[in-house]
């Protein structure tokens, strides 16, 4: 942050500093505003509740979306404060499900530059590129390459609005402030040709760049931060799946940095699950799970599972055999042809059965999809899942909403209300039978943002699966059972900052239990976090 602070009009049209009509009218004369405001002094407050009016006038979310752009454009503070106190009604505005359609109109709802974009013929010059950002303390970055954005699929450049997205709730949602915070598009090209064809298009109009080449883009992005950013967490974002571990594994050892749709996803996942036990009453040991799909999601989901099921005394054979999963040809076992290399372990000595009798030999406690494809989860799905067990445990966790594999009033009326019910957008409550059911959101933003919180707070060199295992415990355990009875496996969103500072100190705590963290334990660890976080108000 620069220690020059601007004056007039621009600061004005200065979005970290501008405070609009509530400057005082010492401010005023401090910074020769005298004549450039209304007269009226408005609080923090009053600004709020006039910019909600704003909001709710508008017709459609997307609108919605693109008035709370241009506000975090102009007050930066009031655009948080307005996100922090309003989180349930806002959160699916600035990101899932509102988010996907603004990545699809992206070229078409751009108005001002925002982030940081690297082309293949930038190579060689990346790290002098970072120079022209402007913050010099960078600690939070979100980057993509727009190839598999939510259930969406190939967005090119216009995928830039995910970094955006996830940084906004880092600094809404777990108080990392917005200077420290820098999204990158990798822009690489797309294989979109609709997209390639439209005239409004900002990305570069050529064919996805693949191989040695791209993996060394990529090398160079991530050396160019190592030296110009040296305390910042990388955060890859929507990357198509063998990309997506490829890169994962390339430098989860050697740099801090993580992949959210495989891991964080999991932590969510898991916590859901581990909360989904103490309405169903069955030892999280003794789960058998099943997944439909099996992309990054899905397989980060059951690698941590795996991990967690280890931590609860099963040796890895048996961990492993607790985790299944199927796709649109069915029953994923050894004989399946064309493997990927992350489906191998879950590739079980079996014979090949299609999804609906997959269910029936199997008899899985928990079925989680991950799928990008909505209706998969069909009534026939349900109510088998519900004969199988009194309390199904049933995930519909692709994004955004309009891509669930089923919805929230589907899974309770076709379970006859005996769905444990969680998906990755926000579905409305819903009444059945007479009884009100509150449909768990089983959003990554429970996770990555203490996550992130955590690991800058101690300084930590990487990232450990231990971390998100103590992240997805405390999660779960900040599940109320006042929300339990209501068939909520997740806590409200309106504790989000709580719950990120939780996670935080759980995260920071593991990473100084494995020797993970350079720099000395605070004494009181959960003050020195807390005092730490961003705070909107003026």
């Known amino acids: 942050m620069s220690s020059e602070h601007p004056e007039g009009m621009e600061l004005l049209f200065n979005a970290q500093h501008n405070k609009s009509t509530a400057f005082t009218l010492e401010e005023r004369a401090k910074y020769k505003l005298r004549g450039l405001l209304p007269a009226s002094i408005c609080s923090q407050e009053a600004q709020t509740v006039r910019t909600l009016e704003n909001i709710r006038r508008k017709e459609y979310d997307i609108e919605r979306y693109i008035y709370l752009q241009g506000l975090q454009g102009r007050n930066e503070r009031l655009f948080y404060r307005l996100i922090i106190d309003h989180i349930e009604e806002l959160m699916p505005i600035i990101y899932t499900p509102t988010v996907g359609q603004a990545c699809q109109e992206f070229a078409h709802i751009f108005r001002q530059p925002r982030g940081f974009y690297i082309t293949p013929d930038d190579g060689g010059n990346i790290r002098q590129m970072l120079d022209n950002w402007p913050e010099k303390d960078v600690r939070m970055i979100v980057i993509t ?105 390339r430098y989860r050892n050697d740099i801090l940095c993580f992949n959210d749709d495989i891991q964080g996803t999991a932590a969510v996942a898991l916590a859901g699950v581990y909360a989904s036990t103490r309405i169903s009453g069955i030892d999280f040991k003794d789960l058998r799970i099943m997944f439909l799909g099996a992309g990054s999601a899905a397989t980060g989901i059951a690698d941590l599972m795996k991990a967690a099921f280890c931590d609860a005394g099963l040796n890895e054979a048996e961990a492993a055999r607790r985790l299944w999963f199927a796709n649109r040809s069915g029953l994923v076992v050894k004989s399946t042809e064309n493997l990927k290399p992350h489906n191998v372990p879950y590739a079980h000595d079996h014979p090949q059965l299609d999804f609906r009798s997959a269910i029936e030999s199997i008899r899985p406690h928990v079925l989680i999809g991950a799928t990008g494809s909505p209706g998969t989860f ?73 996550i992130g919180l955590g690991a800058l707070a101690c300084n930590a060199r990487v990232i450990s699966d231990e971390m998100f295992l103590a992240a997805a415990r405390t999660l779960a355990d900040m599940v109320s059972e006042s929300h339990l009875n209501e068939g909520t496996i997740y ?6 900052r709580s719950v990120s500072l939780a996670i935080a100190v759980a995260v920071a705590e593991k990473a100084y239990q494995q020797n993970l963290a350079i720099d000395e334990r605070p004494a009181d660890l959960h003050k020195y976090i807390a005092d730490s976080m961003y705070d909107p108000t003026y």
């Open 145 to 249: 390459d727009g190839q598999r954005i939510l259930g969406l699929g190939d967005l090119g450049a216009n995928g830039m609005g995910i970094p955006l997205g996830k940084l906004s709730l880092y600094s809404a949602g777990a108080g990392i402030h917005p200077c420290q915070c820098l999204p990158v598009m990798l822009d690489v090209g797309t294989n979109n040709e609709e997209l390639r064809k439209d005239p409004l298009y900002l990305g570069i109009n050529r064919e996805r760049l693949t191989g040695d080449a791209y993996l060394e883009l990529v090398d160079e992005f991530v050396e160019a931060v190592r030296d110009a950013f040296p305390r910042a967490l990388i955060q890859f974002e929507d990357f198509l799946t063998p990309n997506a571990f490829a890169l994962l594994n």
């Open 378 to 450: 069909t009534q026939e799905i349900v109510a088998l899942m519900a004969t199988i067990n009194p309390r199904p445990v049933i995930f519909a966790l692709s994004n955004p909403t309009s891509r669930a594999e089923c919805t929230a009033e589907q899974a309770y009326e076709w379970s006859g209300g005996q769905a444990i019910f969680a998906s990755g957008s926000p579905f409305s409550t819903v009444t059945f039978r007479g009884k009100t059911y509150r449909p768990g959101q089983g959003n990554n933003a429970y996770v990555f943002p203490g």
């Open 491 to 496: 806590p409200p969103l309106t504790d989000i």
